[in-house]
């Protein structure tokens, strides 16, 4: 179980004279975060002329980092607790931003990857202390206020990274092309490390928090023997090996299971709360959310791809290209969040993967009336924002239904979970999807590619569907999850933008 904050914010007392600034500083790390996530994605082809990244290697340096960020949300989550989280965040920022220029630096694929790599794991270590650090410094109605803030920004933060990113490659600012990516991070890492050091109180951790380090290595294992054969194997022809890894990841996710029921039993703190993987509608969730940001995570990469590589798109214009997604996400988003959800319940969840349906047969037929005609985004615009507007329904609920299937005192371990799980489905779509558009886009059939892609993704949606069914009919109150999660390890969602 996740364990308490070691000091709270207390409504009595007078509030902490510099606590907007730890709400900027805790806003910027997040938004970093998203950008590295999202903005990536317009880099392929100057990756592939300036380092000869080839397909895999795309697919290395992309999902990389969610791997590692995924992997180890919950044990960074935990060190926070141990250690106190201003200590744990300043090491957490200082390290991503160290991370960042290795990245920019990186003279060749495998460099960048290994970078990439330990950019997501300093991410683990950031995110999980930032809601945490909100609530030690905030309380009553300004937490609200607070978390009313951070989801709009967060939402933005997401949306802009392709756009950006795009930006930034195209204007090819002091000939430092893909590398001006990762050099922005820089002055804004070591502006928020500043303010953080100097404003964010000091309050010391619990030392009698346990860190489960076998378990947090028993994940990354077994997450590292998953994505690797997803991303070798279309390009070496799937061999024996390929097979035997994923075999090896199921095993060593059951084994996680195993270690954490034993740690739990022996009285030391599991990693993850053993009673919520006995909680059949928590478990399915877990599914559900991942297979949901694999097929979103891996389209919108898929999006990406077919634009500048299919259509030739500089990198500007292919960020731009992804503006009908995140503008249909967030309308989804909104409406979701505003009155459906609360007033339909689960079946939000069920309309939105059929309106992505929708938008993915129209996408098919949009793709498929193009021929060799000249290209404009507009001419798959529609399909692209329906599949958002699908997505964001999504987006908005998913987390509070499956959170309503664990008892109060588990939502902050649960939260953490439900994140980590994200992220590292994130990962998985990047290898599948990749692969799958790949296998056609070799041989020049790039239009062929993507829509291997949207049959891949209506099979997830359609499993994501069932799924759904198992659900709790009504989502956990909004405002209980928001308060109750501001311990837990990552935002919620964290990272889902269109």
């Known amino acids: 179980m996740h364990a308490p904050s070691p000091a709270t914010a207390d409504e009595g007392a007078e509030p902490y004279r510099w606590r907007w600034l730890i709400l900027a500083v805790m806003i910027v790390a997040e938004i970093m975060d998203l950008l590295d996530a999202s903005i990536v994605n317009v880099a392929g082809p100057a990756l592939e002329e300036s380092l000869g990244a080839g397909p895999v290697g795309?697919?290395?340096?992309?999902?990389?980092?969610?791997?590692?960020?995924?992997a180890g949300l919950?044990?960074?989550?935990?060190l926070g607790d141990r250690y106190g989280r201003r200590r744990v965040f300043l090491l957490g920022l200082a390290a991503f931003t160290a991370c960042s220029l290795l990245c920019a630096l990186a003279p060749d694929t495998g460099s960048l990857i290994a970078f990439r790599l330990l950019q997501g794991a300093a991410g683990a270590l950031l995110l999980p202390q930032g809601l945490g650090l909100?609530?030690?410094?905030?309380?009553?109605?300004?937490?609200?206020?607070?978390?009313?803030?951070?989801?709009p920004v967060l939402g933005l933060g997401g949306i802009i990274g392709p756009v950006l990113g795009g930006g930034?490659?195209?204007?090819?600012?002091?000939g430092l092309g893909w590398r001006s990516v990762f050099l922005v991070n820089l002055?804004?890492?070591?502006?928020?490390?500043?303010?953080?050091?100097?404003?964010?109180?000091?309050?010391?951790?619990?030392?009698?928090?346990?860190?489960?380090?076998?378990?947090?290595?028993?994940?990354?294992?077994a997450c590292a023997l998953l994505v690797l054969p997803l991303n070798q194997g279309q390009e070496d022809g799937w061999p024996l090996w390929t097979w035997l890894s994923m075999a090896a990841s199921a095993l060593g996710f059951a084994?996680?299971?195993?270690?954490?029921?034993?740690?739990?039993?022996?009285?030391?703190?599991?990693?993850?709360?053993?009673?919520?993987?006995?909680?059949?509608?928590?478990?399915?969730?877990?599914?559900?959310?991942?297979?949901?940001?694999a097929g979103l995570v891996g389209t919108q990469l898929v999006l990406t791809l077919y634009l500048q590589i299919g259509r030739h798109f500089t990198a500007g214009e292919a960020g731009l290209g992804n503006l009908p997604l995140a503008v249909g996400t967030a309308i989804g988003g909104a409406v979701s969040g505003a009155f459906l959800a609360g007033r339909?319940?689960?079946?939000?969840?069920?309309?939105?993967?059929?309106?992505?349906?929708?938008?993915?047969?129209?996408?098919?037929?949009?793709?498929?009336?193009?021929?060799?005609?000249?290209?404009?985004v507009l001419d798959v615009a529609p399909g692209v924002t329906v599949a958002g507007v699908g997505s964001g329904m999504v987006i908005a609920a998913l987390f509070s239904f499956v959170l309503a299937a664990v008892d109060d005192?588990?939502?902050?371990?649960?939260?953490?979970?439900?994140?980590?799980?994200?992220?590292?489905?994130?990962?998985?779509?990047?290898?599948?999807?990749?692969?799958?558009?790949?296998?056609?886009?070799?041989?020049?059939?790039?239009?062929?590619?993507?829509?291997?892609?949207?049959?891949?993704?209506?099979?997830?949606?359609?499993?994501f569907l069932a799924i759904t069914f198992l659900l709790p009919a009504k989502a956990r109150p909004e405002d209980e999850h928001r308060t109750s999660t501001a311990d837990a390890p990552a935002e919620t969602p964290a990272g889902a933008s269109g």
């Open 168 to 174: 930034l490659i195209e204007g090819d600012l002091f």
């Open 255 to 293: 084994l996680f299971a195993l270690q954490q029921r034993r740690t739990a039993a022996a009285g030391r703190e599991p990693l993850v709360a053993p009673a919520l993987l006995r909680k059949p509608a928590f478990s399915v969730g877990l599914v559900g959310i991942a297979l949901f940001f």
């Open 409 to 463: 005192e588990e939502i902050g371990s649960a939260s953490g979970v439900l994140s980590a799980v994200q992220s590292i489905g994130g990962s998985v779509g990047v290898a599948v999807f990749g692969s799958v558009f790949f296998a056609r886009a070799s041989a020049g059939d790039f239009t062929g590619g993507y829509q291997r892609a949207l049959v891949v993704q209506a099979c997830l949606l359609a499993a």
């Open 74 to 78: 919950v044990l960074g989550g935990r």
């Open 344 to 376: 339909i319940g689960r079946k939000v969840l069920q309309i939105g993967p059929l309106v992505q349906l929708v938008g993915a047969v129209l996408l098919w037929f949009e793709l498929d009336a193009l021929g060799g005609a000249a290209f404009s």
């Open 187 to 221: 002055p804004i890492g070591i502006a928020a490390l500043a303010v953080a050091a100097k404003f964010v109180p000091r309050r010391p951790g619990d030392r009698a928090v346990r860190v489960d380090l076998a378990g947090a290595c028993l994940v990354a294992v």
């Open 58 to 70: 795309l697919q290395w340096v992309i999902g990389g980092y969610a791997l590692t960020l995924g």
């Open 134 to 151: 909100l609530r030690e410094n905030f309380s009553g109605p300004e937490l609200t206020k607070v978390f009313g803030i951070f989801g």
